[in-house]
């Protein structure tokens, strides 16, 4: 006795559902076991957890759309439209937390001074579809979801948009995985099902595999956000001559630095001593504060230290960039240096032009 084909492709797409399942909720662990890390900042820390709890949400909202299926598929109304309402404020739920969470911490987002609206008018919804009865809670399910999960999206846009270009590239695979996530969770619903006339089984299928390959791409590509912010972490930053340990030229961030010669001969001494204390060919990186940190790039001929709060990634790429574009720029002088510190002046230019002084030091 064979089974029938609809039977098999139910099956089939209620497997994919609970791998689909099992993959968000290792998605949702791994943003917890992120807060756990002690040299994270509190913002990042809610950021995570927000991420997270979106995520848990998603799973307990999509276990209950399971069961308004099957409440559906034998014809219990009443326990498909329980089901669905249960479904959807959970799912609603953790978006509104998400959208909190962003308006609260991400500074990007915290320049445009929202005051939290977009998280009391999603709120709002939510009140609104709690207190209706079932058959209006759906038709108002249906024309709001679409807003919230748009403004998640944009609020990732503008993120894009206004990100450093060293993090342009990962932003917009982020964007387009939560995009894909968004788009695909919409998938097994009557609406879509009206456009897309393909059996409900299949778009659970497709809906499954693409939501998992979306908020996996989300999840691997997202960047931390002390990262986006950067620039409120730099303090100074000093040109030394490797050799000589003189400062060839020096930048402030924020109020002008007071004797950057003796920081840089300091600098290139204690570099020089540990080398011989260690026996080590390996080059100082990085010397910490409790308050800030001296993030040290080696060069052939120079050594750039850039006093920040942070050792961040985005900070060592500007570092080597720069590195590069000077001792290009100042191949010849570099090398038969006599000790004119103005031929150095053009690296100004290159400091702002790596650093984007005139985006995010407006007034330096």
Same mark, same amino acid.
């Given at each position: /006795?064979?089974?029938?084909?609809?039977?098999?492709?139910?099956?089939?797409?209620?497997?994919?559902?609970?791998?689909?399942?099992?993959?968000?909720?290792? @998605?949702?662990?791994?943003?917890? /076991?992120?807060?756990?890390?002690?040299?994270?900042?509190?913002?990042?820390? &809610?950021?995570?957890?927000?991420?997270?709890?979106?995520?848990?949400?998603?799973?307990?909202?999509?276990?209950?759309? #399971?069961?308004?299926?099957?409440?559906?598929?034998?014809?219990?109304?009443?326990? @498909?439209?329980?089901?669905?309402?249960?479904?959807?404020?959970?799912?609603?739920?953790?978006?509104?937390?998400?959208?909190?969470?962003?308006?609260?911490?991400?500074?990007?987002?915290?320049?445009?001074?929202?005051?939290?609206?977009?998280?009391?008018?999603?709120?709002?919804?939510?009140?609104?579809?709690?207190?209706?009865?079932?058959?209006?809670?759906?038709?108002?399910? +249906?024309?709001? #979801?679409?807003?919230? @999960? /748009? =403004?998640?999206? =944009?609020?990732? @846009?503008?993120?894009?948009?206004?990100?450093?270009?060293?993090?342009?590239?990962?932003?917009?695979?982020?964007?387009?995985?939560?995009?894909?996530?968004?788009?695909?969770?919409?998938?097994?619903?009557?609406?879509?099902?009206?456009?897309?006339?393909?059996?409900?089984?299949?778009?659970?299928?497709?809906?499954?595999?693409?939501?998992?390959?979306?908020?996996?791409?989300?999840? #691997?590509?997202?960047?931390?956000?002390? &990262? =986006?912010?950067?620039?409120?972490?730099?303090?100074?930053?000093?040109?030394?001559?490797?050799?000589?340990?003189?400062?060839?030229?020096?930048?402030?961030?924020?109020?002008?630095?007071?004797?950057? &010669?003796?920081?840089?001969?300091?600098?290139?001494?204690?570099?020089?001593?540990?080398?011989? /204390?260690?026996?080590?060919?390996?080059?100082?990186?990085?010397?910490?504060?409790?308050?800030?940190?001296?993030?040290?790039?080696?060069?052939?001929?120079?050594?750039?230290? #850039?006093?920040?709060?942070?050792?961040?990634?985005? =900070?060592?790429?500007?570092?080597?960039?720069?590195?590069?574009?000077?001792?290009?720029?100042?191949? &010849?002088?570099?090398?038969?240096?006599?000790?004119?510190?103005?031929?150095?002046?053009?690296?100004?230019?290159?400091?702002?032009?790596?650093?984007?002084?005139?985006?995010?030091?407006? +007034?330096?």
């Amino acid at each position: /006795m064979f089974l029938k084909w609809d039977v098999i492709f139910h099956e089939i797409s209620v497997g994919f559902k609970l791998i689909e399942i099992a993959f968000i909720l290792l @998605f949702a662990i791994f943003f917890l /076991m992120k807060i756990r890390k002690k040299e994270e900042t509190r913002n990042q820390k &809610e950021i995570y957890l927000g991420t997270a709890i979106f995520l848990i949400c998603y799973v307990f909202s999509d276990v209950f759309f #399971l069961f308004a299926y099957y409440g559906k598929l034998y014809y219990v109304l009443s326990f @498909f439209y329980q089901s669905w309402k249960i479904a959807t404020i959970i799912g609603i739920s953790g978006t509104i937390f998400f959208i909190f969470t962003i308006e609260k911490n991400i500074g990007i987002i915290k320049r445009l001074n929202t005051r939290f609206i977009f998280t009391f008018i999603s709120l709002g919804i939510l009140i609104a579809i709690i207190i209706i009865n079932v058959e209006f809670s759906r038709v108002l399910a +249906y024309i709001s #979801l679409p807003f919230v @999960f /748009m =403004l998640v999206l =944009l609020f990732h @846009f503008y993120i894009y948009l206004k990100a450093p270009q060293e993090y342009k590239r990962d932003l917009f695979l982020s964007f387009l995985g939560f995009f894909i996530f968004l788009a695909s969770y919409t998938l097994p619903t009557e609406i879509s099902q009206s456009i897309l006339p393909l059996p409900m089984e299949v778009l659970l299928v497709i809906s499954s595999t693409c939501i998992t390959i979306g908020i996996g791409i989300y999840t #691997l590509k997202i960047p931390p956000n002390a &990262e =986006l912010e950067w620039h409120q972490n730099i303090i100074a930053l000093l040109v030394i001559h490797a050799e000589k340990g003189l400062n060839l030229f020096d930048y402030s961030f924020g109020p002008a630095m007071e004797e950057s &010669e003796l920081i840089a001969g300091g600098l290139i001494g204690i570099s020089t001593i540990i080398q011989e /204390m260690t026996k080590s060919a390996t080059k100082l990186k990085i010397i910490k504060q409790e308050k800030a940190n001296i993030i040290l790039e080696h060069g052939k001929y120079v050594v750039f230290a #850039l006093i920040s709060k942070e050792d961040l990634q985005i =900070l060592r790429k500007k570092l080597n960039s720069l590195i590069s574009k000077f001792e290009v720029l100042f191949s &010849e002088q570099i090398q038969d240096w006599t000790g004119d510190v103005s031929i150095f002046r053009p690296t100004k230019a290159l400091i702002e032009e790596i650093f984007e002084t005139s985006k995010f030091f407006p +007034y330096n």
